[in-house]
């Protein structure tokens, strides 16, 4: 079995486990726009049709307007096919997270949570999450994810027996069980499967940009500044947010980090090595 065939049949025995829980009720496939966003909708339309699949783009408000534009198209023309489409509105905004938690970083990514991840609560959702993204990935995410309200309990599954029972007897928690159906996929295969099948990308991809997500992302390390000289209204965005967080706990940032205004938090942000606060600033929340 290649890995084409291995993620299609992933999908069709979540599927098929789904059905015996929840009969009539549709995989829910998290979609972003990028790259392995694209692969796993098209393996779920593959391996299950139009009907079994509700496609779900979560708005973060940050997110380039490239890709928003390229996402609106893709509901058009996935609609016009009788494929479920659908925006799911946040329940708060970067903003707002910024001024509760400060500036997210690599170690604290509590806004993919709140603007991603924290959604499909009681259904099976299948998402692009890939080993090949980073070792953290790698060591976190097998090919079937459960999430309860009480714990978070990881599965790898092994085989096609393995995969349906597992997932039916988690399901009966009203947990959220994510499929990874392409977690062992390599760039090479995602991009080969894009070319083969003729998908529409983002046209960022062929600028240059390896992430296309959120604007500002920790984890897209020095193509920051790449993404903040091509949309300096982002910039403008998180400047204002760190200025009010700042005035809302002005002492503490200037005590703890040497914080006094909205351009130290940039550059210490930025990680642009002339800044103030050069410490590890959730050593405190860790603790």
């Given amino acids: 079995m290649n890995h084409i065939e ?5 999908v069709r025995l979540a599927y098929d486990a789904l059905q015996q829980r929840e009969p009539g009720e549709k995989l829910y496939v998290a979609y972003s726009g990028g790259k392995d966003s694209e692969c796993i909708a098209q393996i779920c339309l ?6 079994a699949v509700e496609i779900r783009y979560h708005v973060t408000g940050i997110d380039p307007p490239e890709l928003v534009r390229h996402i609106k198209s893709r509901f058009e023309a996935w609609k016009a096919q009788g494929i479920e489409c659908r925006f799911s509105d946040p329940k708060t905004t970067m903003h707002e997270l910024i001024i509760k938690h400060g500036p997210p970083t690599r170690r604290k990514r509590f806004c993919c949570e ?17 080993w090949a993204e980073s070792q953290r990935r790698k060591d976190n995410h097998g090919v079937a994810t459960v999430m309860s309200k009480t714990k978070k309990h990881r599965e790898i599954l ?3 027996n393995d995969i349906s029972r597992r997932i039916v007897e988690n399901c009966t928690t009203k947990s959220r069980i994510t499929v990874n159906p392409i977690v062992d996929w390599t760039d090479r295969n995602v991009w080969s499967f894009i070319r083969d099948k003729g998908i529409a990308y983002c046209s960022l991809y062929d600028e240059g940009f390896s992430r296309i997500g959120c604007i500002g992302c920790p984890m897209a390390d020095k193509q920051r500044y790449k993404q903040f000289a091509r949309w300096p209204h982002m910039k403008r965005y998180y400047l204002r947010s760190f200025a009010e967080m700042l005035a809302r706990d002005p002492d503490r940032y200037a005590a703890r980090y040497g914080w006094t205004d909205a351009d130290d938090v940039w550059h210490w942000w930025m990680e642009d090595g002339h800044c103030r606060g050069q410490v590890d600033m959730w050593e405190e929340d860790e603790a």
């Avoid at 291995?6 to 992933?10: K, V, W």
């Avoid at 991603?116 to 099976?124: A, M, S, T, W, Y």
């Fill in 114 to 130: 709140a603007l991603k991840e924290g959604n499909g609560h009681g259904r099976v959702c299948i998402t692009g999450v890939r």
């Fill in 46 to 51: 593959d391996g299950l049709g139009c009907d």
């Fill in 158 to 160: 092994n085989d096609d």
């Fill in 6 to 10: 291995s993620a299609i049949a992933r």
